[in-house]
Every structure is written in structure tokens, then in C-alpha cells.
């Protein structure tokens, strides 16, 4: 279900550590605090994988790449269509917004929400709101055709709140998506580990997983994303996994990654200056084939009155 990914091409290391690409809105780098050298944030507490650098606006152009059209196909799939109103979780970055607006057109609505809606830009066709779906309630409940989150239950202590909160958002026969990585599924970052690149490029891997473990992240997620939607009250849930081997996308998705958690990474004794430094080498000379945690999609339907289960989840999501 991806789209094909772009083909992949050796690049110098000035090359990739420089580029930052115009689509996440050219915002600088805000941290302005205590940084380490090299502009790595100090470390902290909370989401590992902070909005407020300049890496994360990276981090959302290649999640883009990557997974954009897994997620477009989903909206098809569901229904997504003219005048249907969508509320986006935690966005990130604006290309699903936008997607859902030009999907909704005029008559529809959509809402982009975030706990730092910095990297989005209202008027483009939806509205942006700073919230918390761990902890704020759900805006306009029961009014939704589509609730969807990507990449973000995952990080979230109590998910099992956040779900209520999005499914409270839906109208009955409204449908919930939701797409999280599954990292002790699938934990390597080269899967071909045929040399000394690749082994220090998958235990710098567990070195993230491990910081993300710390900070409450669930590695295992996204394979109980199905249960989860029927324990929150859904039905005709389903699922699907999509899951990208090598390509430009990667590498430069691996090396924002590396970067904006290289100052965590230090702190917590789980790598040194020489082993990131190396791996990065690699990465901008387009040695390594790197991977993902797969992705899984799961939806659901809020039932309506009267509502036996088992429908097509074909047909409009406004009608």
C-alpha cells in the first residue's frame, strides 16, 4: 500500500547534514536553550522527539514520504469525501491536514490538533488548536465523521483515555483510524546485518528504543492497536501493516532522527561522539539499507442506534 519510494542516491555528508527541507515551513530551530555542540538539545524530560527543533520539521517531511500514502489509501478507503468533517491528532506537520482539507473540499471541515501546533499554518483549509489528547476532553463531541492519529498513541501514557476521548469525538457511524509503529515487532534498523555499519547502526537502534522505553513509550503498541478499538466500544475493526525497506526517505528520516536525540543518547552513556558521528558518516554515504518498525493501521466504526454490527465500511463517511 506505500507509495513507491524515491530512488535512492549516494549524498555527501554536507549534502544531507545541511538540508532542510522547505515543506515543513521553514521555521528555525526555537529550542534557544542549553544545547550541546553541533545544536543537539540538552536533556530532558517528556516526548523524546521534540517539536520544538528544527529536526522535527525533518523528522515530519520524510514520516511524510514514507507513509503519507498508506494513509491517503485509508481515507479513501473509509470514506473520507466531500462536506465530511475530520478531526487530525497531533498532526506534527501539515501534509495530512492538508490532505483531509482537499479531501472535504468547502463544505467539510477539519480540525488539526497538537500539544505544539507550531509547524502548522491555519488557513489552508483547516483549523489548528493547540490540545492534549491525554488530557484535554474532545472538542465538538459526537460531531466527527473521522478521528485520526498517526504515530501518537504510542508515546502516550494513558492511551487507553486518549482513544475514549477520540472516540467521543465520533457521530455514530463515524470511524476511528489510528496508525502506530510497532518497534519490538520489527527492531533493527538494517535488516541485512552483514558488517560493522550495520551492526552499529541497529545498536544505536536499541539505544533509541531504549531512551524511548524511559520516557513510557509502548515498543509494542501497534500490534494491540485492533484489540484496543473493539475495548474502546468500536466495531468493524480491521487492520493493515505497512512496512519500508531502504531508500532516501529512510536514511534521512534515520539521520534527523539521530540528530535530535544525539544529546539524549550522550547523557544516558548508550552511545559516544565517535559511534554517532560514524553512523552518520554511513548514512550521507548511502551505505546502509535502512528500515522501520512497521506501521499498523487500525480502524473502527462507532456504532450507531440501532446498530447490529458488521456493516460495509464502504459508501460516504458524511452521509
Known sequence: MSEPLPQRRKESARTLASAHPTHVGGRPDPAGGTTHDGGESA?????????????????????????????????????????????EVGAGGRSIPEALA????????????????????????????RHDVAT??????????????????VHVPDRARALATMVAALRPGGRLLVEDADTALQPLACLDDSGPAQRRA??????????????????????????ALREAGLVDVAAAGSFPVG????????????RLVRGELLAAGLADDAEIDAH??????G??????????????????????GGSSLSGSLSG
Open 287 to 308: 551505505e546502509l539499507d535502512l528500515t522501520l518498525a512497521p506501521l499498523i493501521s487500525a480502524w473502527g466504526r462507532r456504532p450507531a442506534a440501532g446498530d447490529r
Open 136 to 153: 484535554d476532553p474532545a472538542p465538538e463531541p459526537g460531531t466527527f465523521d473521522l478521528v485520526h492519529a498517526r504515530l501518537v498513541l
Open 280 to 285: 552518520l558518516a554511513a548514512i550521507h554515504a
Open 247 to 258: 531508500g532516501l526517505a529512510c536514511d534521512r528520516l534515520e539521520a534527523a532522527t539521530i
Open 43 to 87: 536533556p530532558g524530560r517528556g516526548y523524546l522527539l521534540d517539536n520544538a527543533r528544527a529536526e522535527a520539521g525533518e523528522r515530519f517531511r520524510w514520516l511524510a514520504e514514507l507513509f503519507d500514502g498508506v494513509t491517503r489509501g485509508h481515507f479513501d478507503r473509509l470514506g473520507v469525501t466531500a462536506g465530511s468533517r475530520c478531526w
Open 202 to 227: 541497529n545498536r544505536l537502534r536499541d539505544a533509541v528504543r531504549e531512551l524511548l522505553t524511559r520516557r513510557g513509550a509502548d515498543l509494542r503498541y501497534g500490534r494491540t492497536l485492533p484489540r
Open 102 to 129: 482537499a479531501a472535504v473540499g468547502p463544505s467539510g471541515y477539519v480540525l488539526a490538533t497538537d500539544i505544539d501546533p507550531a509547524w502548522l499554518e491555519a488557513g489552508d483549509g483547516y483549523e489548528v488548536r
